[in-house]
């Protein structure tokens, strides 16, 4: 496993973290699931990703238990905050006092003295930034959180960040959570410039294309079991199985196979491409599926490969 810095940060995360968004507390049992934490941490994976919106909490109760067998300062975890968790007005957004409260009931989730990145998880319209990044700046002063992140922020909302953390002196973004993979790459064109500049890191989020790129949705497929087999099918899914995207991932099975690799570890090394990404992040129900992902840290894919896939994808 391959470790890369955080942003500015001096914090080293490997190059394929473990998230648990829709499995945890959800598909995967708490059995299973500490088998895949374990099966990561011993994979070299010391990067390990919750919020509080995942199964109300659930989510990070199941990680946080697997963790325990591991010393705290051996691995790291994050925990997110904006999405509703009740019903009252208070209970959803990046308010000083949603903040507060979110972090406090994660950590008492969690059983943990502080959480090394609290992530935004997305931007809030409702609220000044400035009353955000002063309540996150406080949960760090405090010692509650180490770093702080936002997910599927905008450049410009970043940079506005940026720029209200040090007018104030707080402390500021190091990292940005978006999804990325090679059928999803708006990040490519102003995000990823601006971070490289600014010293904010990408952990992205489904790599493999919500499972579409290991190859299981084979001629339009959908195996009994799968993310894309239950009646609330998101309309991404929908959308994107199509016959075009399918003779894609076939051209893109066959280049893995010549590579002597699956075609996961060649989706999620073609995004290790870009050095602004520090971690891509997978899910995983069956432990060795987290093994062979963990595997891609230490897939090089050269120049002509580069190019025979944005060929394919590009087409």
């Not at 500015?8 to 507390?25: A, N």
């Not at 064109?189 to 990408?202: K, L």
């Not at 590579?259 to 073609?270: E, G, N, P, S, V």
């Amino acid at each position: 496993m391959q470790y890369r810095r955080l942003g500015r940060s001096g914090l080293k995360v490997s190059e394929i973290s473990l998230g648990s968004w829709l499995t945890f507390g959800k598909t995967v049992d708490e059995r299973a699931a500490s088998e895949i934490i374990h099966r990561a941490y011993e994979a070299g994976i010391n990067f390990f990703d919750s919020a509080n919106v995942y199964e109300r909490g659930k989510a990070e109760v199941v990680m946080s238990r697997a963790l325990k067998s591991f010393p705290r300062d051996s691995y790291v975890i994050t925990t997110k905050a904006f999405w509703p968790m009740g019903d009252g007005p208070n209970d959803r957004g990046l308010s000083r006092k949603h903040i507060m409260e979110q972090v406090h009931a994660s950590l008492k989730r969690m059983d943990l003295d502080y959480v090394d990145i609290f992530y935004c998880h997305r931007y809030d319209q409702e609220t000044p930034l400035d009353e955000t990044l002063r309540a996150i700046d406080d949960l760090i002063r405090q010692g509650k959180v180490l770093y702080a992140g936002v997910s599927e922020w905008t450049a410009a909302q970043i940079q506005e960040a940026l720029s209200v953390s040090d007018r104030y002196l707080l402390d500021r973004i190091v990292v940005n959570q978006p999804q990325y993979n090679m059928f999803h790459r708006d990040i490519e064109e102003e995000i990823i410039p601006m971070c490289e500049n600014a010293g904010v890191s990408q952990v992205v989020w489904s790599p493999l294309a919500q499972g579409i790129l290991t190859g299981k949705y084979k001629e339009g497929l959908i195996p009994k079991g799968s993310r894309a087999s239950g009646e609330n099918v998101n309309s991404w899914m929908k959308q994107i199985l199509n016959d075009m995207v399918n003779r894609k991932v076939e051209l893109l099975d066959q280049l893995a196979k010549e590579h002597d690799i699956t075609l996961a570890q060649l989706a999620l090394a073609w995004t290790l491409r870009q050095h602004n990404v520090a971690s891509t992040l997978v899910g995983a129900s069956h432990p060795d599926q987290i093994a062979e992902n963990a595997k891609a840290s230490d897939v090089a894919l050269g120049y002509s490969t580069l190019q025979r896939i944005e060929e394919i994808i590009t087409s």
